[in-house]
């Protein structure tokens, strides 16, 4: 007998569900548990996916040595563009099928950690990304991902999408399953010191609609409107400071709090006409949608 019926026999409504897939590591250094956390996933052959402003930081550089230490070897593929493409996410497939890699860091914004989803999806599943649009398309679990986000908005690192962009129709579109969330979130706020303070605005104002969104869904529960309350009231103490000096290291930490928990409320209850009416224009002119 199924725990959700009970003794009379008759089968009890599922009144909500909350998913979370991700471990999330938080706090200064957490970058340094990097190579840890791959071993864990039993991780020997790592591609660090990231784009190529970070790759000219020493992040990438404290990534390397972590995994290093571990005793887990790399490589890197910085070719991440903002809004990433078909074409980029073809090229990281080509990469992760040619030596044997078995798991993937993530480094970067939001357009980074998608990019590194899709890429995780077609090392493991055949076709094009294209052919996966929508809701639990593709079959076979895609490779493991730890993601570090750099900018404190779009809440990938625990979320089940991805979103790629075709150039070629000028549309973006969605690849959605819980399967898509990264097996662990590295949250530092030393990630965020280099961020310019247009970058810091845009993925603040980002991850406060995900916050409000998710708030006001069909599909909120008490778990979610928790998470997207606190969410809210963390940006609205945090985001002027930040904007102020992206460098402020506690305000870099509380947005990156903020933006994480904001990412959890809205993957549990999905967003609204905001974010689907941002879609078009990203797309077209290759703007964010923060």
């Known amino acids: 007998m199924s725990s959700n019926t009970p003794i009379g026999g008759t089968a009890m409504a599922v009144e909500m569900t909350f998913q979370l897939y991700t471990k999330v590591i938080k ?21 660090i996916v990231t784009g190529p ?22 490589e890197i593929f910085s070719e991440v563009e903002p809004n990433p493409s078909v074409r980029t996410v073809e090229r990281g497939k080509e990469i ?13 914004g939001g357009s ?11 090392a493991v599943n055949p ?3 294209c052919d996966y649009e929508g809701a639990d398309k593709f079959q076979n679990p895609p490779l493991p991902i730890i993601a570090v ?5 779009t809440g990938s690192e625990v979320t089940f999408a991805s979103v790629v962009t075709d150039t070629e129709r000028n549309y973006k579109f969605v690849v959605w399953s819980r399967l898509l969330a990264p097996k662990v979130a590295i949250l530092d706020p030393l990630t965020l010191s280099t961020a310019p303070r247009s970058v810091v605005i845009a993925a603040g104002m980002d991850a406060l609609t995900h916050a409000i969104e998710s708030y006001v869904s069909k ?7 928790n998470f997207a309350l606190t969410a809210i ?22 947005m990156l709090t903020a933006s994480n928990m904001a990412g959890i409320a809205f993957t549990n209850t999905r967003l609204g006409i905001v974010h689907a009416m941002a879609l078009p224009p990203s797309a077209l002119y290759d703007v964010p949608h923060g």
Do not use: W
Not at 61 to 68: A, G, T
Not at 219 to 225: G, K, S
């Open 233 to 254: 009231e963390i940006i609205s103490k945090n985001l002027p400071p930040a904007v102020a000096d992206p460098a402020n290291p506690v305000a870099a930490e509380n």
């Open 219 to 225: 599909l909120a529960n008490p778990y979610t409107e």
């Open 127 to 129: 076709g094009s990304i």
């Open 53 to 74: 402003k970070i790759l000219k930081t020493g992040l990438i550089d404290e990534v390397r040595n972590s995994l290093s230490d571990a005793g887990v070897s790399c």
């Open 96 to 108: 992760l099928l040619s030596d044997g890699f078995d798991l993937i860091i993530a480094v970067g």
């Open 112 to 122: 980074n950690i998608d990019a590194a989803k899709a890429m995780a999806v077609m």
């Open 149 to 153: 986000p750099t900018t404190a908005g």
């Open 27 to 47: 706090g200064v250094g957490a970058i340094k548990s990097i190579g840890e956390e791959a071993k864990g996933l039993k991780g020997e052959r790592a591609l």
